[in-house]
């Protein structure tokens, strides 16, 4: 469910993780959506308490979509995203760390299996609040990268 008051004012989008306040100010527009997820562009970023530094790229559209994200740095200090030439020109940035990075999180079956995607973050240009999911083709990194100490894929 979306309340709407105005363009300007605070929105509501009801989640199963709680109603996240919004307003048009930090939609972030996703022009190719995030891959599986193709057809939702407009997303807002937001975090719950007890659960940083886990964030939530939430869709608009479908607020039902809700993916957790966390920045790359705090699992793997040295983490280097590269993209091809022109891979980033769609969003306005001519080099991922001139954007913000994010990783998607899973958690499997239960706590003890969180992972990041370290092979396809999702890199957002906060000036002009637009993102993309990129695939890093040419990389060792994980798909399913551990978290948390002691954890398994």
């Known amino acids: 469910m ?3 008051t105005s363009l300007t004012e605070k929105k509501v989008i009801s989640t199963p993780i709680g109603n996240v306040t ?12 995030i891959i599986g997820f193709e057809d939702k562009s407009k997303f807002v970023i937001c975090s719950q308490k007890g659960l ?3 964030q939530w790229l939430i869709s608009v559209d479908d607020a039902s979509l809700q993916l957790p994200i966390i920045d790359p740095f705090l699992i793997k200090k ?8 022109g891979e980033l020109q769609s969003i306005g940035l001519e080099e991922v760390m001139k954007g913000k990075l994010y990783v998607i999180v ?3 079956r239960d706590v003890n299996h969180v992972t990041a995607n370290l092979r396809g ?3 957002i240009n906060t000036k ?3 993102g993309k999911q990129i695939i890093l083709s040419e990389s060792s990194y994980s798909l399913k990268q551990p978290i948390l100490a002691g954890s398994q894929n």
């Open 78 to 85: 040295d983490y280097k995203a590269f993209t091809s030439n």
């Open 2 to 4: 979306v309340e709407t």
């Open 128 to 130: 002009r609040k637009l």
């Open 52 to 54: 940083e530094p886990i």
């Open 106 to 108: 899973t958690v499997g």
């Open 22 to 33: 919004y307003t048009d100010q930090e939609i972030l527009l996703f022009p190719e959506g």
């Open 121 to 123: 973050p999702v890199v």
